[in-house]
């Protein structure tokens, strides 16, 4: 029964009325709000250029020319291409203004600055008015740039894990259409920490349905991060299965691998892959075993970033996740080593998997999309369809079509990935670099004849050394724009005249041949890759054998997470043509023959062992290496002990530690 009404409240409206008004907050969403913080951080620097550096100043007295100068100078300082990246920069100007100022902008002054100023600059700068479209691709190229990843890409990952996340976060995209934001640190989220956690993955031993006595792994991922539903309402759940046919792509694989590397598993009694199989038969009143992770895990990201220790090692962040920025870098040199015209973005998989949704009904695909209306998926469709043979009443020739609608058409891996010496110092003639270097030279002989050292003046706090270093990260921003700038130009070059560069050959009798250099690439890696991507039909496979190789590929992933190679010696050491079991073994003697042989890093296990004895080739370039690791003048209470394999010397001070190298092991640092 509805409960009574409660009595009407006597109040006394005319106090109520003269009452100050209620504060009420903009309820901005968070990708918006840093949105906002970008523009002012970027108001802040160009009104640092001014004379008035007061940007509150230049607000508060705002004007259709001062308007012009920050988006001038923007687009000066950012790789703005697309006239829709740059109106999208002058809507949130107007916002940043209205924020600061807590008032509307002038009508007139906002219909000048959007219609006619944006309007003129976008046509002076020739931004492109059309949009950005990704290269679609099909199963053919996200099988190629995963098995190239693993056996043929030479980047300088920090970490390995960090490669594997990389191509999860493909498998998942094209298994699900989900935005990358939903699985990693959104750009606009990063402060909240927030993306694909343990506590959304659900892993199960399932008895299969078909084949009762075969027992599979099965995983259900929820997806609470969707565009304009984070953690709102009931997020999408999709449901993950073994991919047996090809390992490399199933995801299941490596959510047990980042299990086994977070020591995830709830039950104390999972230590090694086998145990996957051993421990968890499916009873015979259930479907299902549920395999479950630690409470104290179930907040923590899957993906996470890559950190440096306090020793200057690469290490896995224990809480903070892998950002889509730090991805999508990755995903761009990755797609370039990997011979793409088109590099992308990580929305590329996301098109590919929408090609594949196209046949459903709206409403399915809304939900697996995240889309609120259905005609927004028209912006991920291409024509897919074989339109001549259509009219023509023929059979469709979809095998030649799944070619000419995707990356494969023009892939090539003998694309320019470096610049070469000529560009290079073509590059430091420019004449803005060049005026930098100038006044950086000019004010430090100034600093150094004044204070004799840098130190010095740094330590004073002399304008003039602050200037110096504003200046040094000009130089910096200023060559890396145009190397990126150069990079593009020469790949555009290629392959706008390769076609030309083919029929030449042909034409003298010498083809084009091309053979990458894989000469870098740890065997363990190309064994794993060996093992994934067989391509099998696993029909007629027996089950012990699948089983086998699953445990088998987890354990050699396991293995590459401990033989990790630094940044600096990844074009040094060669695998090619070594002894393989010879290769591997770390056999050093108390005293060093050569001298030339890095401490810490004999001492660290979890290099690869040719990087952990590696020597170099001059002392001057050891003793730069040996500063990169950090080692702290007074070393913790109870000392460092040395790194050298086998010894037990116990060390206080870095001096101490140095002197022993030189006097126990003939190592002078």
Avoid at 314 to 332: I, L, P, R
Avoid at 376 to 387: A, I, K
Avoid at 647 to 662: D, R
Wanted: hydrophobic content about 35%; proline content about 5%.
């Amino acid at each position: 029964m509805r409960s009574p009404k409660p009595p009407k409240r006597v109040r006394d409206w005319n106090a109520f009325v003269r009452q100050p008004d209620p504060i009420v907050t903009t309820n901005k969403v968070s990708s918006t709000k840093e949105r906002l913080k970008g523009i002012h951080f970027n108001f802040q620097k160009w009104v640092q250029e001014l004379d008035n550096k007061d940007y509150k100043y230049w607000l508060e007295n705002i004007t259709l020319r001062i308007v012009q100068g920050f988006f001038e100078w923007y687009l000066d300082e950012h790789d703005i291409n697309y006239k829709s990246s740059f109106m999208t920069i002058v809507r949130f100007f107007r916002m940043y203004w209205m924020d600061e100022r807590g008032l509307c902008l002038p009508y007139q002054l906002g219909k000048d600055i959007s219609s006619e100023l944006a309007q003129s600059m976008a046509i002076e700068h020739d931004l492109d008015k059309t949009a950005k479209e990704q290269p679609p691709f099909s199963i053919n190229e996200v099988f190629f740039i995963t098995h190239h990843l693993v056996a043929a890409c030479d980047i300088a990952f920090p970490t390995v894990r960090v490669l594997f996340q990389l191509n999860t976060l493909r498998k998942m995209m094209v298994s699900t259409s989900a935005r990358p934001g939903t699985l990693v640190l959104s750009s606009c989220y990063e402060e909240e920490n927030d993306a694909l956690k343990w506590k959304d993955i659900d892993l199960y031993m399932v008895r299969h349905p078909e084949y009762p006595d075969a027992q599979v792994l099965l995983m259900r991922a929820r997806h609470r991060l969707n565009k304009g539903k984070r953690n709102q309402g009931a997020p999408p759940t999709f449901t993950y299965t073994e991919r047996n046919d090809n390992l490399g792509l199933c995801v299941i694989q490596d959510i047990l691998m980042y299990a086994f590397l977070d020591d995830a598993f709830a039950s104390p009694h999972i230590k090694c892959p086998r145990d996957i199989w051993r421990f968890t038969n499916v009873p015979d009143h259930r479907h299902s075993t549920p395999i479950h992770f630690k409470d104290s895990l179930k907040n923590i990201p899957i993906f996470r970033r890559a950190v440096r220790t306090k020793y200057g090692a690469w290490a896995t962040d224990c809480k903070v996740g892998f950002s889509y920025s730090q991805a999508q870098e990755y995903e761009k040199k990755a797609s370039a080593k990997a011979g793409f015209e088109d590099e992308g973005s990580l929305y590329k998989y996301r098109k590919g998997a929408a090609e594949n949704l196209r046949n459903l009904d709206e409403h399915s695909r809304n939900i697996i999309m995240g889309h609120r209306k259905s005609a927004t998926f028209s912006n991920y469709m291409s024509v897919f369809n074989d339109t001549q043979s259509i009219f023509m009443q023929t059979p469709t020739r979809d095998s030649l079509l799944n070619l000419a609608c995707h990356g494969n058409l023009t892939r090539d891996e003998s694309a320019p990935q470096h610049l070469n010496a000529e560009q290079k110092e073509s590059i430091e003639m420019d004449a803005e670099l060049q005026d930098l270097k100038k006044a950086v030279k000019s004010t430090r002989d100034e600093l150094i004849s004044e204070f004799h050292k840098l130190k010095k003046a740094e330590g004073a706090s002399d304008a003039r050394f602050i200037e110096m270093k504003r200046l040094q990260q000009k130089i910096r921003t200023r060559r890396k724009r145009l190397e990126r700038r150069a990079q593009k130009v020469a790949r555009k070059e290629f392959f706008d005249s390769i076609g030309n560069q083919i029929i030449e050959q042909n034409q003298q009798g010498t083809p084009v041949t091309f053979t990458p250099d894989v000469s870098n690439i740890q065997p363990e890696r190309i064994a794993l890759a060996e093992l994934e991507f067989k391509n099998r039909d696993v029909d007629t496979i027996d089950d012990t054998e699948l089983i086998e190789d699953r445990i088998r590929s987890l354990e050699l992933r396991l293995k590459l997470n401990s033989l990790h190679i630094p940044k600096a010696l990844k074009k040094r050491i060669v695998f090619k043509g070594r002894p393989k079991e010879a290769s591997r073994q770390v056999v050093v003697p108390i005293e060093s023959l050569s001298g030339l042989e890095c401490p810490v890093c004999l001492g660290n296990t979890s290099l690869d062992p040719i990087a952990r004895r590696y020597k170099y080739s001059r002392k001057d370039v050891l003793q730069v290496h040996f500063g990169t690791h950090r080692l702290p003048f007074f070393f913790e209470k109870h000392g460092r002990k040395c790194d050298w394999p086998h010894c037990l010397e116990v060390l206080f001070t870095l001096s101490q530690y140095k002197c022993h190298l030189a006097n126990v092991h003939k190592v002078t640092l």
